[in-house]
């Protein structure tokens, strides 16, 4: 394959993409971001500027917030932060 060939394909995905994107007003289907989501559903632990919280990975809002349900509390969205498997140790905040 010539680098002309591999060009042509890599223009050709990316008009594919594009014009994707564009048919759905630059917000494209989550689903399969979702699809591969590895900790979906998992007890999971988000830090942002020290502050912690830890809860259940519940799904991607539209605008690509992480949704996270704690316990006794309502789905909250969280834009920013480490996310970490399972809680976190004293040892981990180390």
Same mark, same amino acid.
């Given at each position: 394959? #010539? /680098?002309?060939?591999?060009? %042509? ?8 993409? =594009?014009?994707?994107? !564009? ?7 989550? @689903? ?12 999971? $632990?988000?830090? @942002?500027?020290?502050?912690?919280? $830890?809860? #259940? =990975?519940?799904?991607?809002?539209? @605008?690509?917030?992480?949704? !996270? %349900?704690?316990?006794?509390? /309502? !789905? ?12 976190? #140790? #004293?040892?981990?905040?180390?």
């Amino acid at each position: 394959m #010539t /680098p002309g060939e591999v060009l %042509q394909g890599v223009l050709e995905r990316f008009a594919e993409a =594009y014009a994707a994107f !564009i048919a759905a007003d630059g917000r494209p289907s989550l @689903d399969g971001w979702l699809a591969r989501a590895a900790l979906l559903g998992e007890v999971v $632990t988000v830090d @942002d500027a020290g502050r912690s919280r $830890t809860g #259940t =990975y519940v799904g991607i809002a539209e @605008d690509g917030a992480l949704l !996270i %349900q704690e316990p006794g509390h /309502p !789905i909250r969205k969280v834009v920013a932060g480490d996310l970490v498997r399972g809680p976190r #140790t #004293t040892e981990q905040l180390g």
